[in-house]
């Protein structure tokens, strides 16, 4: 069986997010078992699963990842929307547009520390679109 | 439901292609929903979800990914089959072997700016094959 | 048809392991056809699809992801866990927590030199745990 659900995501700021009540709330009841696919309609912003608890971790990400993808480098060519958005376009092909989750006994088989990101790396975005697919 | 198939690439040249044509042409009829998994039988070449629409995307990709990931470092053990060929093998798993999108209305849902990307890594590459998994 | 099973790893060392052999014994029989999704319920630890003949591939994999995501820069906030844990995470992030493998003819479909990877990021870890969900 096939569920599938849109998920919209409020303007964020840059940076990342940690979105799992929302994704739960938004996918309604879960099967016993199953995998739940999210795939993020953009190309520069990315779905993740990282740490849940420490504000942190997710600063250092942030700070972490604009080493590794610097903006202003005199060798892009795609440069017309801002010295955010090539770094942005790589950030979500390293972090990823796509999520797939096991459901287990009714519930996001996530380990204790697991929780779902929402990587926002433009400076400026608007609303973001999740299509979420349940298999059971 | 499953269906599979078996698609094929001509070689194509080291960089990022756009070769959303060619899955949908690959795989034929989709079903009303489901999830398309793509899956690539190599481990010098990588799947990808981006910007369908300005070549120069495609071609800053090149020129950051080759930043992040330098040939001919001397720490470098695995140099036998040539410098691109280690990069190659760690862009490969940064950008990831297998892609799963959302099929909906009986088409690849994919946000208005999304393609899907063929990342050739190895400067000399013969056909690559992928297998294309769809769910419904 | 939905079958999961849950797949313990020994602590392993910082580094990259293969483990398809330890996969394909701990799912059991495979289907004809269908997709096997694995997923690392852990944030310091991935799963990656490589090279699965020459160990040298691994080695320089750890050489690589430590220029990339390096230990110690006085940038980081997340410090507490020691200098390996912070760079972990974004590791993980970048490597990914879950794979998905087509499963064809009844085995996994697997291109010639594809094996899978238990990425281990933190310098001592425990056991860490798999779930993996097959469907057909």
Redesign the interface.
Known sequence: M?K?AEIQLPPFGRGYHLITDRIVDGIGALPE???L?L?????SAGL????NA?A??R???E???N???PEN?P????TMEGPDD??A??K???????????V?NGRL??????GI?FCEFRNKAGRR?I?A?I??
């Open positions: 096939i599938q078992q199953g995998l696919n795939f993020i309609k953009h190309t993740s699963i990282n740490e420490d942190s971790v600063q250092d990400f700070t972490i990842l080493k590794l993808v480098d060798d892009y060519t795609h090539m770094p376009h790589v979500a092909s390293l972090i990823g547009a796509s999520l797939t989750v096991p287990k088989d996530l380990g204790t520390w697991q990101y679109r299509t697919t298999y059971s």
